[in-house]
């Protein structure tokens, strides 16, 4: 069974950091594009950042290129999303995906984990 | 960036309804469209890909038509688990869009 585990969320901040790890299980991870999603409070899912399966590749949305690095560690089958210089805008439940093939399909999906930037 | 627009917002039903929402895109997409399902408090589920194939496992009343920019989510009969938030997003070009979400409601 396909299993997405994110943590590191909480409270930070303006101009803080964070880093949001998930842990896989369940499927070759290594084989797959891994990606972060988020949804603020009361709103839609945005796409944040997508990882190739070596890690070669990364790709991001316009709004955070620069402040968050997505990384991944195959050999402990997890997945990182380093987040600075936070804004308050960047407030959120963030998942992790799992998208086969880079496609832009996000086949499974983690639980979330809360993401608060307030002073 | 590929604009997504779903309608409507929120729609109430009743069990048993025939549910239709619609999505448009900004441009062609081709059928580069899926369709999730969100409920309160829950990840996201993919239920359609590639704007017309079932994922495993979901219900065959679920169903997904269109190519192009114009998109349909059917739920050709309304259960009382298929009260939830429905998004569709294309995966055409990067950065991937969603649509802004319809809130199917009891009614």
């Known amino acids: 069974e396909v299993q997405l585990v994110e943590s590191g969320g909480g409270l930070v901040q303006p101009g803080g950091s964070l880093r949001l790890s998930c842990a896989a299980s369940?499927?070759?991870?290594?084989?797959?594009?891994m990606s972060w999603v988020r949804q603020a409070p009361g709103k839609g899912l945005e796409w944040v950042a997508s990882?190739?399966?070596?890690?070669?590749?990364?790709y991001y949305v316009d709004s955070v290129k620069g402040p968050f690095t997505i990384s991944r560690d195959n050999a402990k089958n997890s997945l990182y999303l380093q987040m600075n210089s936070l804004r308050v805008e960047d407030t959120a439940v963030y998942y992790c995906a799992r998208e086969p093939a880079a496609e832009g399909t996000f086949d499974y999906w983690g639980q979330g984990t809360l993401v608060t930037v307030s002073s | 960036d590929i604009q997504m627009t779903q309608s409507p917002s929120s729609l109430s039903a009743s069990v048993g309804d025939r549910v239709t929402i619609t999505c448009r895109a900004s441009q062609s997409i081709r059928s580069y469209l899926n369709w999730y399902q969100q409920k309160p408090g829950q990840a996201p589920k993919l239920l359609i890909f590639?704007?017309?194939s079932l994922q495993s496992g979901v219900p065959s009343r679920f169903s997904g038509s269109g190519s192009g920019t114009d998109f349909t989510l059917i739920i050709s009969s309304l259960q009382p688990e298929d009260f939830a938030t429905y998004y569709c997003?294309?995966?055409?070009?990067?950065?991937?869009?969603f649509g802004q979400g319809t809130k199917v409601e009891i009614k």
């Open positions: 590639a704007a017309s």
């Open positions: 369940g499927f070759t991870f290594s084989s797959f594009w």
């Open positions: 990882i190739k399966e070596d890690g070669s590749d990364k």
């Open positions: 997003q294309q995966s055409y070009r990067s950065p991937w869009t």
